[in-house]
């Protein structure tokens, strides 16, 4: 039972060896009945969100619903939460988040909701308590803006948007 628990355990919080910051978590009313983010293993990076939603979503092709979480977070100021979409979901019914990474800010207090868009070619039901993206917590580091007339040259310079090509890179 003891190494159940330490499994169960670790992927709630962070892993041994790995940096850890403590993040407060509220659960909005009626929502006793799902999980709080957890970790599918104590590798895994992001925490699963579920769906706190009343009754079944339908999203069709094309179409867009914003899923509640049925939680608010207080991410640490010099941290941000990301919100990113599952592989799984995207790749077997095209259920993407269409802004994502979405952002959550330090100063932040409602309710995770989350974007699905549904990319695939079928109608998608998102039910309670389904898996439907992933929360990853990271440093936000603060810029200290230099302005300059002019930056410093790179081989690449204003190169972007396909500029390095599509196909294997020769070797010099």
């Known amino acids: 039972m003891g190494a159940d628990r330490s499994e169960e355990n670790a992927t709630r919080g962070a892993a041994p ?16 009945d799902l999980p709080l983010p957890s970790r599918a293993t104590a590798g895994s990076s992001g925490y699963d969100l579920h ?13 867009r619903a914003l899923i ?25 019914h095209g259920i993407v988040l269409p802004n994502a990474p979405g952002t959550i800010d330090s100063d932040y207090r409602g309710e995770l909701k989350v974007i699905l868009l549904n990319a695939g070619s079928e109608a998608f039901t998102v039910r309670r308590g389904d898996r439907i993206a ?27 948007f396909g500029h390095s090509g599509s196909g294997a890179v020769e070797k010099t």
């Open 17 to 32: 060896g790995r940096a850890s910051v403590a993040v407060a978590i509220a659960r909005r009313p009626g929502t006793g």
């Open 51 to 63: 769906a706190a939603v009343e009754g079944d979503v339908v999203i069709d092709p094309g179409g």
């Open 68 to 92: 509640p979480t049925g939680f608010s977070i207080a991410v640490p100021d010099g941290f941000e939460a990301q919100i990113r979409p599952r592989s799984g979901l995207a790749l077997r």
């Open 134 to 160: 992933q929360l990853v917590i990271g440093p936000a580091i603060a810029a200290d803006w230099q302005e300059v007339a002019a930056l410093a040259e790179t081989g690449r310079g204003t190169g972007g």
